[in-house]
């Protein structure tokens, strides 16, 4: 092999629990090519990621030529491909010199994960959305204020003078999730369709009584038993319940801050409608891959 040199070209990887996404970028953060495929952490071994990875890149590879690949994303947890660490919070967000670099058995790649960072008390995590934090504040630089990241464990970040200060973890998805697939009220909300008039009216109450939340869920079941409501109505409702909630928690520790909604528009456009019915105003930073747009501002300088 001739001497090997840096290829000019990289790969941006967010790897999550379910899901692989990759992009081929050119040097200006350009993307020339993307990828993305169900094969998360949730189905790998340590010792398989470099194989699934060369699976899905090794068209954009070349013997004579070193790419770099930069990950965030659950690959660097404890159960990923290689423990990426976690910055401390109060903390800047990470950048590419503290990312970890992986030993790889393909001499075509350099592959660095990012670390995620870490709450003391109370205890929290996160990996992954402080890659979408870096991309929102290379933008808006001088925010000062909330960043809600909704997703299957929906993020409240705190941050001020670009740093993160303090950050509060909700399974609001996941539960979610859980309620409709198996619990008994998978019997009255399966299906599909959404009544956005419930789902505002079960935000307010659920965020007017939040300790009332598990009787609220049950009282969907009932609903659907005594009234035979559909559950195109039910399932918005269940949806608000929870969001409900969160929202209430959040608005009793942080309701003086600006917030904004950073992730894609489906989930965002819910927790907007429910922040507002509750007369909070809230922005929106809608992008279709906000971790994309986080690792190129760390790769290459640029938003």
């Given at each position: 092999?001739t001497?090997?040199?840096?290829?000019?070209?990289?790969?941006a990887?967010?790897?999550?629990?379910?899901?692989?996404?990759?992009?081929?970028?050119?040097?200006?953060?350009?993307?020339?090519d993307e990828?993305?495929?169900?094969?998360?952490?949730?189905?790998?071994?340590?010792?398989?990621?470099?194989?699934?990875?060369?699976?899905?890149?090794?068209?954009?590879?070349?013997?004579?030529?070193?790419?770099?690949?930069?990950v965030?994303?659950?690959?660097?947890?404890?159960?990923?491909?290689?423990?990426?660490?976690?910055?401390?919070?109060?903390?800047d967000?990470?950048?590419?010199?503290?990312?970890?670099?992986?030993h790889?058995?393909?001499p075509?790649?350099?592959?660095?994960?990012?670390?995620g960072?870490?709450?003391?008390?109370?205890?929290?995590?996160?990996?992954?959305?402080?890659?979408?934090?870096?991309?929102?504040?290379?933008?808006?630089?001088?925010?000062?204020?909330?960043?809600?990241?909704?997703?299957?464990?929906s993020?409240?970040?705190?941050?001020?003078?670009?740093?993160?200060?303090?950050?509060?973890t909700?399974?609001?998805g996941?539960?979610?999730?859980?309620?409709?697939r198996?619990?008994v009220?998978?019997?009255?909300?399966s299906?599909?369709g959404?009544?956005?008039?419930?789902?505002?009216?079960?935000?307010?109450?659920?965020?007017?009584?939040?300790?009332?939340?598990?009787?609220?869920?049950?009282?969907?079941?009932?609903?659907?038993?005594?009234?035979d409501?559909?559950?195109?109505?039910?399932?918005?409702?269940?949806?608000?319940?929870?969001?409900?909630q969160?929202?209430?928690?959040m608005?009793?520790?942080?309701?003086?801050?600006?917030i904004?909604?950073i992730?894609?528009?489906?989930?965002?456009?819910?927790?907007?409608?429910?922040?507002e019915?509750?007369?909070?105003?809230?922005?929106l930073?809608?992008s279709?891959?906000?971790t994309?747009?986080g690792l190129?501002?760390?790769r290459?300088?640029?938003?």
């Open positions: 092999m001497e090997t040199v840096m290829n000019p070209n990289w790969i990887v967010d790897w999550g629990t379910t899901n692989l996404r990759i992009w081929h970028c050119d040097q200006a953060g350009n993307v020339l990828t993305k495929v169900q094969a998360g952490m949730g189905t790998l071994t340590a010792s398989e990621y470099e194989g699934v990875l060369i699976s899905h890149i090794d068209h954009h590879l070349s013997d004579d030529v070193i790419t770099e690949v930069l965030c994303g659950m690959a660097g947890a404890r159960q990923g491909w290689q423990d990426a660490g976690y910055l401390t919070a109060p903390c967000t990470p950048a590419l010199n503290q990312a970890v670099t992986v790889t058995a393909d075509r790649i350099m592959v660095r994960i990012l670390p960072i870490k709450q003391p008390e109370p205890a929290d995590v996160m990996r992954g959305e402080e890659t979408q934090i870096v991309g929102f504040l290379k933008q808006t630089t001088d925010y000062n204020g909330l960043i809600c990241l909704p997703g299957t464990h993020k409240w970040v705190h941050v001020q003078n670009g740093q993160v200060v303090e950050f509060q909700f399974m609001t996941e539960v979610y999730d859980l309620l409709s198996s619990s009220l998978k019997h009255s909300v299906g599909d959404f009544s956005q008039f419930d789902f505002v009216d079960a935000v307010k109450s659920a965020f007017e009584n939040p300790a009332d939340a598990s009787s609220q869920l049950f009282r969907l079941r009932a609903q659907h038993l005594v009234h409501t559909g559950a195109t109505i039910l399932r918005a409702r269940l949806s608000g319940i929870l969001i409900g969160e929202v209430a928690a608005q009793r520790q942080w309701n003086h801050l600006p904004t909604l992730g894609e528009e489906a989930l965002c456009s819910l927790y907007k409608s429910a922040l019915a509750v007369g909070t105003s809230v922005d930073n809608l279709a891959a906000p994309l747009r190129i501002a760390i290459t300088g640029k938003g």
